[in-house]
């Protein structure tokens, strides 16, 4: 169990019921898991051609930077995921890095992990650089969760690291409820923005954390306050040990309609569900 102090600090202190803590606290159910929920339930393990790169889905590939997290979040696809193994860390980047050099169809880059905001900027600098010379890579997206529980991390050198890139850029930060986002996260999401960077959320829809319309459009509007647009709403990932936070099709359908009739077009996520092997994310109805 993993979760900064900032983050506990925005938990309804004595609610053991709190969609914060509800995210982070381990469950007793986590031990009984259904066959169906799988180590790898996304196949990221067979679509990765290189240690520490995933290559899924046309255009885009994925790079697994760290195994470190700011915060271990129980429903996490990944939580089974053989970072010592498949991450791109220390001299591997040489490898993933060649791989891209050699397929001119990738025109974007994203930053993943664990989390990649984890790494010291001077590492982070030393993997663009190797990058900057590939011409066909366009755009450099960050997938990070860090500005939401961790903010003080977004530091003057970080945005300066940023700023540079020479990419189209963006970064997908990860909420899922409302009150994960306060002044202070805002502040540095802004300064995100002010580095360049589109902003864009992803959440996952998860059993007594968001799964009901009116959470989901407060923190719809919250992230707009922030100059954040939602992306993805992931319906879980059946991975083992997460069978807890699994919410009924029918809530699903309902909550999404619901969604639909309460927010203009721009601040619905589009809720999709992983399936291996496919060539993207299949979205839900
Ligand atoms: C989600 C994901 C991406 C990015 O997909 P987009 O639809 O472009 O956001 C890329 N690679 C992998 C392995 C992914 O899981
Ligand atoms: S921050 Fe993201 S990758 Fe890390 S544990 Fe949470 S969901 Fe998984």
């Known amino acids: 169990m993993l979760v900064p102090q900032r983050f506990a600090q925005r938990m309804r202190h004595g609610d053991p019921d709190d969609p914060l803590l509800r995210q982070v606290m381990p469950d007793a159910a986590e031990n009984n898991s259904p066959p169906e929920f799988l180590k790898d339930p996304v196949g990221d393990l067979p679509a ?13 590939v994925l790079l697994v930077t760290t195994g470190a997290c700011a915060v271990h979040c129980r429903y996490c696809f990944r939580r089974h995921f053989p970072y010592a193994d498949e991450n791109a860390g220390r001299d591997r980047w040489r490898n993933a890095i060649a791989y891209i050099r050699r397929q001119p169809g990738i025109r974007e880059v994203i930053l993943s992990g664990g989390d990649p905001l984890l790494l010291a900027t001077r590492r982070l600098s030393r993997l663009t650089r190797q990058l900057e010379p590939i011409a066909h890579v366009r755009t450099l997206r960050i997938h990070t969760r860090v500005p939401i529980v961790l903010e003080s991390r977004i530091n003057r050198n970080l945005l300066s690291w940023l700023r540079e890139l020479p990419w189209r850029k963006l970064i997908v930060v990860h909420a899922n409820h409302e009150r994960e986002l306060d002044e202070r996260v805002g502040g540095r999401l802004a300064a995100l923005r002010d580095s360049g960077a589109i902003l864009l959320n992803q959440s996952v829809l998860l059993r007594g954390v968001n799964d009901n319309a009116d959470t989901l459009i407060r923190l719809s509007e919250r992230l707009f306050d922030y100059g954040v647009l939602p992306y993805y709403l992931h319906l879980l990932d059946p991975v083992e040990g997460a069978a807890h936070f699994t919410v009924a ?37």
């Open 48 to 60: 990765s051609p290189q240690p520490g790169l995933v290559h899924k889905y046309q255009g885009r």
């Open 249 to 285: 099709n029918e809530n699903i359908r309902n909550i999404i309609h619901e969604l639909r009739v309460q927010l203009p077009g721009y601040l619905i996520p589009r809720p999709v569900r992983e399936k291996a092997g496919a060539a993207y994310k299949i979205p839900l109805i």
